[in-house]
């Protein structure tokens, strides 16, 4: 049964960094498009970075140049290197897997709180 797991979440002042992690479980992992979502209170869920299976990246202009997404398949664990964080990007952070291209399912973690404040 797929898994994906978050960690790294937590409590830091603006101007800090995280490093979030998502481990996946019972996919092939190598062979989704994976991304990191992120929902703030009364907010939609928007997408913050993605990262193919070829290793392209996309970022969202709003976290553009200060965050970085990466993932290792040979440990099914995706990052999100979040630096100069801010305190809009306070958020629950979830981690997705797309498998759409092989017709594969998509799946969601279960989130991570970042809070951004003195």
């Known amino acids: 049964q797929a898994q994906l797991v978050e960690s790294g979440g937590g409590l830091v002042q603006p101007g800090g960094s995280l490093r979030l992690s998502c481990a996946a479980s019972?996919?092939?992992?190598?062979?989704?498009?994976m991304g990191w979502y992120r929902q703030a209170p009364g907010k939609q869920r928007e997408l913050g970075a993605a990262i193919t299976s070829r290793d392209n990246t996309n970022y969202a202009d709003s976290v553009k140049g200060r965050f970085i997404i990466s993932r290792d398949n040979a440990k099914n664990t995706m990052y999100l290197q979040m630096n100069s964080l801010k305190p809009e990007d306070t958020a629950v952070y979830y981690c997705?897997?797309?498998?759409?291209?092989?017709?594969?399912?998509?799946?969601w973690g279960q989130g991570t709180q970042v809070t951004v404040s003195l």
């Open positions: 019972g996919v092939i992992f190598s062979m989704y498009a």
């Open positions: 997705n897997a797309d498998g759409s291209r092989w017709n594969f399912p998509q799946f």
